[in-house]
Nanobody
Framework: EVQLVESGGELVQPGGSLRLSCAASGLTFSDSNIKWVRQAPGKGLEWVTSILSNGVTYYEDSVEGRFTISRDNANNTVYLQMNSLKPEDTAVYFC?????????????RGQGTQVTVSS
């Protein structure tokens, strides 16, 4: 059974930073492409970033230059470093696998972690 468990979300002030983690099990992690998607209050699911099994990364335009996705294959974990956070980054963040690289579609998704950017 594939399991994805996110952690690291919390309340942060605008301009601040957070690092989210996604611990994966039940899949061949080193061969898996992983993405982060988010859902803001009252809005649909939005693709944020993806990292391929070979380490190549893709970012949605609004987070390019502020967010960095990385992976640790030895520990089956993907990270999302978020800098210069804005109120519009407030959302539940999910890590997921499956679906097209730049889409919000997925085969498996974690339970999510809440990120709130507010003063």
């Amino acid at each position: 059974e594939v399991q994805l468990v996110e952690s690291g979300g919390e309340l942060v002030q605008p301009g601040g930073s957070l690092r989210l983690s996604c611990a994966a099990s039940g899949l061949t992690f080193s061969d898996s492409n992983i993405k982060w998607v988010r859902q803001a209050p009252g809005k649909g699911l939005e693709w944020v970033t993806s990292i391929l099994s070979n380490g190549v990364t893709y970012y949605e335009d609004s987070v390019e230059g502020r967010f960095t996705i990385s992976r640790d294959n030895a520990n089956n974990t993907v990270y999302l470093q978020m800098n210069s956070l804005k109120p519009e980054d407030t959302a539940v963040y999910f890590c997921a696998t499956g679906g097209s690289l730049r889409s919000n579609k997925f085969f498996y998704r974690g339970q999510g972690t809440q990120v709130t950017v507010s003063s």
